[in-house]
């Protein structure tokens, strides 16, 4: 899938992606919290873009220092300076800060390098990690997304609600 929100197809896509995770939660009447780096608070506006979801969206935490990490969301500082800010452990502690802060039954969380500079060998522009779960699963994963700094934040965004997406319904059989 092509993970670029630029294009008219993967707009609808998204709004399909939203449209499902909003019924999910409603229909269950549970909540999602977003912690987000990279993204600025991206998560969130597409999520209050759907009519309704004040049902079930509650909180959005944009935490792109590291001190915002450690002070908002308990992100334990060893794990930042062994880690990096951009690693699958970092974002594994921010979502269940999220979760936790929101009280919220589901989370995601995100963080990366967007770019154009602060890349590494090791992280290069465009490496995104995420954090998906729920108070008994945590699921995490690293992309590397190609194009300029909004290419890279909003394939993480389209990727991010995909994946949420997929958990839940994981959770269903």
Known sequence: MNYNLYMTETTTDLYSLLEYLGNF???????ISTAESCTGGWLGKEITGIPGSSKWFGTGLITYSNSAKVKILGVNKETLL???AVSESVVRE???GAMQLGKAEYGIAISGVAGPGGGSKERPVGTVCFALGSSKKIITSTMHFEGERDDVRNQSILYAFTEINNFLKTLQN
């Open 82 to 84: 062994k880690e990096g």
């Open 94 to 96: 921010m979502v269940i």
């Open 25 to 31: 939660l409603s229909e269950r009447n549970q909540t």
